[in-house]
């Protein structure tokens, strides 16, 4: 059973960073793409960025291309979101997920808050 706790969220002012982690349990951590998503107060959650199991294949949202960066370490059984260039429109709890080859997203974490200041 893998088990995902999200950390690294904070306030941060526009136009500032972050970084966040996603640590995951279990031995499996490399048979899994990985993806992050964020939910914004009264909206669905959406989806913000995917890796590979290996890492060598990454996509993101339109809204966050160019300015966040996903990577993983399947050594640390660790994936990150280097947000870069944040907006007020960013701010939601941010959540990362495991997909299975072929399956849906699942095991998602608890997530971590993100609020960005004008």
């Known amino acids: 059973q893998v088990q995902l706790v999200e950390s690294g969220g904070g306030l941060v002012q526009a136009g500032g960073s972050l970084r966040l982690s996603c640590a995951a349990s279990g031995r499996t951590f490399s048979s899994y793409a990985m993806g992050w998503f964020r939910q914004a107060p009264g909206k669905e959650r959406e989806f913000v960025a995917r890796?590979?199991?290996?890492?060598?294949?990454?996509s993101y949202a339109d809204s966050v291309k160019g300015r966040f960066t996903i990577s993983r370490s399947n050594a640390k059984n660790t994936m990150y979101l280097q947000m870069n260039s944040l907006k007020p429109e960013d701010t939601a709890v941010y959540y990362c997920?495991?997909?299975?080859?072929?399956?849906?997203?699942?095991?998602w974490g608890q997530g971590t808050q993100v609020t960005v200041s004008s």
């Open positions: 997920a495991i997909q299975p080859p072929g399956g849906s997203w699942s095991h």
């Open positions: 890796i590979s199991r290996g890492g060598a294949s990454t």
